[in-house]
């Protein structure tokens, strides 16, 4: 469904639906009334999550994990893969290199 001709109101209405997660949460933190109109709202959304693509992330920066002195396999694996789910191409051999290289001896 496009909405290139609907009102403001009914764009702004219909936007919450496009949004996932961070967005979301952005989103319901917006002050009631903050909004004038849907070009209002897509610059506030734009100012707030567009420079989110300057910090792409990219394999080399998992060589910055590192397992904690203290922290089980287990919380370092799962953190680990948060991390590799941000990376948009990433060689398994990067993975796994990564990986190995943070956990401590």
């Known amino acids: 469904m496009y909405l290139t ?3 403001d109101a009914i764009r702004c209405k219909a936007f919450p639906t496009t949004l996932t997660k961070t ?3 952005w989103f319901d933190t917006l002050p009631p009334r903050s909004i004038t109109s849907f070009d209002d709202l897509a610059k506030k959304f734009l100012a707030r999550f ?3 693509k300057d910090k ?3 394999a080399p920066s998992l060589l910055g994990i590192k397992q904690g002195d203290w922290e089980s396999l287990h919380n370092y694996m799962e953190r ?3 991390a590799c ?3 948009q191409i990433l060689p398994t051999e990067a993975a796994i290199m990564g990986l190995i290289n943070g ?3």
């Open 56 to 58: 792409a992330k990219h």
């Open 80 to 82: 680990f893969n948060k």
């Open 50 to 52: 567009s420079i989110q």
């Open 85 to 87: 789910l941000d990376i």
């Open 103 to 105: 956990l401590r001896e």
């Open 5 to 7: 001709d609907a009102s």
């Open 23 to 25: 967005a979301i949460k």
